[in-house]
């Protein structure tokens, strides 16, 4: 059902979802799919959920190997490169339901929440990046950033707005875009 329901969020969007569509491309009958997720905005959450962590396991992005990973490097250019590597992974397989979600979010309350929620989860990820990036730095980042102006920073350098624009509407591989991010938040951060 989720394998269903993440295809046709992101060919058609959430509008344009029912869950007669959603059961009919899982070949399960559609109470099935109401009594496993409740409602549809359950099931693109839960579609959200799995796009962002690669799996079905319940653990924090903080608390991924591949957080640990960025978080222990100590030269602070090579962590950012790391961040943008993790990020790269994240939206290669989030960036289209995530586009869903920010789409739906101007006619939706609860898909607007959703989506403000995944904003500042992704900005609290960034904050302990950056929190241990200015530790590396000795406290001093380019331009007088503090941690949560560098996270902002980050946020927009690795955001799946970003990705969108750079890599499916103006056609950049997502190599290429990692490469981008990388150096960017470099030239953006450190002194």
Do not use: C
């Amino acid at each position: 059902m989720l394998d269903a329901a993440l295809r046709l969020f992101t060919e058609r969007g959430w509008s344009r979802t029912t869950v007669e569509d959603i059961a009919r491309a899982a070949g399960v009958g559609v109470q099935t799919v109401y009594f496993t997720f409740g409602t549809k905005r359950a099931v693109l959450k839960e579609v959200l959920d799995i796009a962002i962590a690669g799996d079905v396991d319940p653990v924090a992005t903080l608390d991924r190997s591949w957080a640990h990973e960025v978080l222990a490097e100590p030269d602070p250019a090579v962590q950012l490169a790391l961040q943008a590597s993790g990020a790269r992974r994240i939206l290669e397989r989030a960036a289209p339901v995530l586009e869903a979600v920010r789409s739906a979010s101007a006619a939706d309350p609860e898909l607007a929440e959703l989506w403000r929620t995944n904003t500042e989860q992704r900005y609290t990820v960034q904050l302990r990046f950056t929190e241990a990036l200015t530790a590396k730095t000795g406290g001093g980042l380019r331009d007088g950033h503090s941690a949560g102006s560098a996270a902002d920073v980050a946020l927009t350098v690795l955001g799946p707005e970003t990705y969108e624009l750079l890599v499916v509407r103006r056609g950049w591989s997502p190599d290429r875009w990692e490469r981008w991010a990388a150096d960017a938040l470099v030239r953006q951060l450190l002194p």
